[in-house]
């Protein structure tokens, strides 16, 4: 009885042995796991949804900016929502010409709870939010982008990341200036 137990552990353990061993690994293999790991932004999906949505936030949020805001914060909305709408037509241009990126068609989740949250607001608390909004979201973009750019699969795609950096740098450095006047 005994040596049945040791004869069905040693076999037990023999098994798991065997199955823990990796047999040899092609070159094939070894390629395949290095070109499937390779980070870029054809095999992110995430980075495109992120890239529509927040092109497709900031015009709607300008908008909400022209009704609420005040006659800095309109002019300034103005200028984004053009630009915004801009970026997207051409993000939607870009994502046409590669197969397997897909782009959301209208807000969703959080973005579209923070827009309905600003609908509610008005006068000095919705400018003071807004400005709050831009300068804190156009800073978590800028970085978001910075580290995209170097995963960009083509020039298109490089170009429009850094004509977005571009806009987002300006801005911040825009909102800087208006502060520093203020006080």
């Known amino acids: 009885m005994f040596t049945d137990k040791l ?19 092609s070159n094939e293999a070894e390629n395949t796991v290095a070109l499937t790991t390779q980070k870029t932004l054809k095999n992110s999906p995430a980075f495109w949804d992120y890239a529509a949505s927040s092109n497709m936030l900031q015009v709607e949020m300008g908008q909400l900016a022209i009704e609420r805001g ?12 053009g630009f915004h709408s801009a970026s997207l037509n051409k993000l939607k241009s870009i994502a046409r010409k590669h197969t397997g990126i897909y782009l ?35 800073q978590l ?4 982008y910075q580290e995209a750019l170097p995963q960009a699969d083509d020039e298109e795609t490089k170009a429009w990341i850094n004509s977005i950096l ?3 740098q300006q801005e911040l450095n825009s909102f800087e200036q208006a502060d520093s006047l203020q006080k």
Do not use: W
Not at 70 to 81: G, P, S, T, W
Not at 141 to 144: C, K, M, T, V, Y
């Open 104 to 138: 959301p068609d209208s807000l969703s989740g959080a973005d579209k709870g923070l827009v309905d949250e600003f609908e509610l607001l008005e006068g000095e608390e919705f400018d003071a939010r807004y400005r709050a909004f831009i300068l804190n979201s156009h």
């Open 7 to 25: 004869f069905a552990l040693a076999v037990g353990i023999l098994f798991l042995f065997i199955l823990s061993c990796d047999g040899p690994i």
């Open 70 to 81: 005040d006659e800095n914060l309109k002019n300034m909305a103005e200028k984004a929502i």
């Open 166 to 168: 571009t806009h987002l």
């Open 141 to 144: 973009q800028l970085s978001r």
